[in-house]
């Protein structure tokens, strides 16, 4: 099983928690650290229209941000993450802490919306974390599916970032 990450506040945490996994060049492909709007839509396929309609830190993103990371590397999984990390970059819409993290994989793509009350270090830390999180329990899954993925291969079964 094959994993590529599409980061976006957490500035890389994700592909650097997968690579301190001794053997994670047997499933890690890659990642994209889009930052930038356009680097979202050029590097990832993030509509201009989702973009627009939706922002950079939505649900819409997040999804399309995983779903792009995932067609453009050929992963079996793609694990992405959008937020606003602090202190600045907030709107009364869109608190600081505010994240979205989306994991694709065979069949669908799942959501999910976080807010993080720390520091700019903290939020990253922990949206990092859930984004890990999410991946292993969605690893866990196709794997109980029969898909022929090890979960505990992926971050090692003591790997404190996978909790």
Same mark, same amino acid.
Not at 5 to 19: F, M, N, Q, V
Not at 38 to 60: D, F, I, N, R
Not at 106 to 135: F, Q, Y
């Given at each position: 099983?094959?994993? $590529?990450? %599409? ?19 047997? !499933? !890690?492909?890659?990642?994209?650290? $889009?930052? /930038?709007?356009?680097?979202? %839509? ?5 509509? $201009? ?6 922002? +950079?830190?939505? %649900?819409?993103? /997040?999804?399309?941000?995983? &779903?792009?990371?995932? *067609? ?9 993450? *959008?937020?606003? +990390? ?6 009364? @819409? ?9 994991? $694709?994989?065979?069949?669908?793509? &799942? ?13 990253? @830390? ?25 979960? @505990?291969?992926?971050?090692?079964? @003591? ?5």
């Amino acid at each position: 099983m094959t994993v $590529a990450t %599409a980061e976006s506040c957490t500035g890389g945490l994700l592909g650097d928690a997968l690579t301190d996994v001794p053997g994670s060049s047997g !499933y !890690y492909l890659g990642g994209v650290v $889009a930052y /930038a709007d356009g680097a979202k %839509a050029s590097l990832l396929g993030v509509g $201009a229209e989702v973009l627009a309609a939706h922002g +950079a830190v939505s %649900a819409q993103a /997040a999804r399309a941000m995983a &779903e792009g990371v995932r *067609t453009r590397l050929g992963a079996d999984l793609a694990v992405a993450v *959008t937020g606003i +990390a602090g202190p600045g970059g907030a709107t009364a @819409d869109k608190p600081v802490g505010l994240v979205y993290l989306a994991v $694709a994989g065979p069949g669908d793509t &799942e959501v999910h919306r976080r807010r993080w009350a720390g520091t700019r270090a903290e939020n990253k @830390d922990a949206s990092a974390a859930a984004a890990l999180d999410l991946l292993h329990a969605r690893a866990a899954r196709v794997a109980a599916a029969g898909r022929g993925a090890d979960p @505990d291969r992926i971050l090692g079964p @003591d790997d404190p970032r996978q909790r």
